[in-house]
């Protein structure tokens, strides 16, 4: 396989397996040994610059995206909306004129009732009777995570470590 075309990941596992076949030979390099450390100096940098161009290129595209989603939902939005905006003046306009069906040359538009709605007015007091009461728990995890920073032992909690990467530019 052409240095181009492999991984960081499987250049890193063969730099590995180079340490471990220099230690099994007691440090004794023989030419194809020296000849692969060679090129991994080349090829590892070149990797890692291509993997961190990729991963710049990913947090861009991400970040248009996510601004195209935004415009996108607001784009939505106005268009529910002034959808709603024809439907109220329609209906206004045709109830005013009593004219419950409009007729154009391919479409109708009629106007129709609405299952009924619940309205309630604002301060008002219902019934119990029409109350339905809630308790809500959630869980304080800045608390847990305060108590086990301190020490403290919580059943089914711990505080763990991960790894992580993190790209920069060489100075």
Do not use: W
């Not at 991994?40 to 995206?65: H, N, S």
């Not at 004129?97 to 154009?104: A, M, N």
């Not at 032992?153 to 100075?171: H, M």
């Amino acid at each position: 396989m052409s240095e181009e075309k492999k991984s960081l990941v499987t250049l890193l596992f063969e730099e590995k397996t180079l340490i471990e076949m220099l230690i099994d030979s007691g440090g004794e390099m023989d030419h194809e040994i020296e000849e692969r450390i060679n090129q991994l100096e080349v090829d590892v940098p070149r990797k890692i610059d291509g993997t961190c161009y990729m991963v710049d290129q990913l947090r861009a595209t991400e970040t248009k995206l996510k601004e195209q989603r935004d415009r996108y939902s607001k784009a939505v939005a106005s268009c529910a909306n002034a959808v709603e905006a024809f439907k109220r003046r329609l209906l206004f306009v045709m109830e005013t004129s009593d004219k419950p069906e409009l007729l154009g040359e391919e479409r109708t538009i009629k106007t129709a009732k609405t299952p009924p709605a619940l309205v309630i007015d604002e301060n008002v007091e219902l019934p119990e009777e029409y109350l339905k009461k809630e308790v809500v728990t959630t869980i304080d995890k800045a608390a847990i995570k305060e108590a086990l920073k301190r020490g403290a032992t919580i059943p089914g909690t711990r505080l763990e470590v991960k790894g992580t990467v993190r790209f920069g530019i060489r100075k």
